[in-house]
């Protein structure tokens, strides 16, 4: 029976490559030539953790980083910013999360709307994935369709197409 995956990964590689990239324009910035900023890219827990002195600097460095993710196709969904806290003196630090693999929450609007489409497919949740089976190949080209043309929050990728 034909199935396939509904994952939400990011490749590690490659951010980190949007990661050098954004530091280093940071880094040969007239505005931030005086700076204390420090970006940091935490690869075991995937935590972007930003410490710098005003909110302006914050905006900017993540504006830089948005914009790096985006030229090395990546999609900026897949970021959750956090708060702001007051670092130690007047300094501002902000830890923005990547996401990666599928929560609960999501993985049922995935499936609600699968099924509501009426398609003849089986869509299952697997940890942080979902498989999706049927009978006609068709119908699972058309599950994609209709997933990629909706905003589940964070980015999709479709994988291991089976016959």
Known sequence: ???????????AQT?????NNAKKEILNRYDFSSSNSTVDHDKKTNV????????????????????????????????????????SGNMIRKEISIKEGIDKETAKKIVAKIKASGLKVQASVMDDQLRVQSKSIDDLQKVITLCK???FGQPLQYINMRN
């Open 1 to 11: 029976m034909p199935t396939f995956d509904i994952v939400s990964k990011i490749d």
């Open 15 to 19: 951010l980190d490559n949007a990661m």
């Open 48 to 87: 972007i953790t930003i410490v710098t002195e005003d909110d302006m600097r914050l905006k900017a460095i993540q504006d830089a980083i948005i914009s790096r993710m985006v030229k090395q196709n990546l999609d900026p969904e897949s970021l959750d910013f956090g708060k702001e806290q007051y670092a």
């Open 149 to 151: 043309g909706e905003n």
